[in-house]
């Protein structure tokens, strides 16, 4: 277990190395504390996975990479970036790890888009002659349910979160 903790230790102490010398907007771009939550996750679930035993070492190649990220190439930046999507489509899938906020982002969009077409419904029947109600109905209707929505996707954020399943 030792060695696992040695290996997210280097890998961390790499990332924040190449955290010191670039800015904010590029630690984003480059997707550092993905790369770094993703690391501790592989080394985590790398005991009893071989894929992610495999994992490990292109992390170790992505940080080598990150230190000549000024001078980075668009192919190996789009390279770079589609090691790090099948690090966490492998982490997804078969240890079923979800992105922060994956939940509220789901649910909210789900309140909105069914509170919209109830919106459209109501202006439909307002054309028809059917009066204000409609309107008065639905647009309360619409912010219940994105507050809904909201609330729901939270709790299962919580839970995830929790159950340290959030990636």
């Not at 592989?42 to 990220?69: H, K, R, Y």
Request: charged content about 20%; proline content about 3%.
């Amino acid at each position: 277990m030792d060695t696992h903790d040695d290996w997210t230790a280097k890998v961390s102490s790499e990332i924040s190395k190449v955290e010191n010398y670039i800015s904010p907007s590029d630690q984003r771009r480059y997707k550092l504390p993905l790369l770094l939550r993703s690391a501790r996750r592989v080394a985590a679930f790398s005991p009893e996975c071989e894929v992610c035993q495999g994992l490990q070492s292109q992390i170790v190649s992505l940080g080598a990479d990150l230190t000549s990220a000024p001078r980075m190439t668009r192919k190996n930046f789009r390279s770079y970036l589609s090691v790090i999507k099948g690090i966490t489509k492998h982490l997804k899938q078969t240890h079923g790890l979800t992105e922060e906020r994956k939940y509220v982002k789901r649910y909210v969009f789900m309140g909105l888009a069914f509170g919209l077409s109830l919106v459209m419904l109501g202006l439909i029947l307002l054309s028809f002659g059917i009066t204000l109600l409609a309107l008065n109905v639905t647009l309360p209707a619409l912010v219940t349910r994105v507050i809904f929505g909201y609330t729901i996707g939270y709790i299962l954020d919580k839970r995830a979160k929790s159950r340290g399943k959030v990636l």
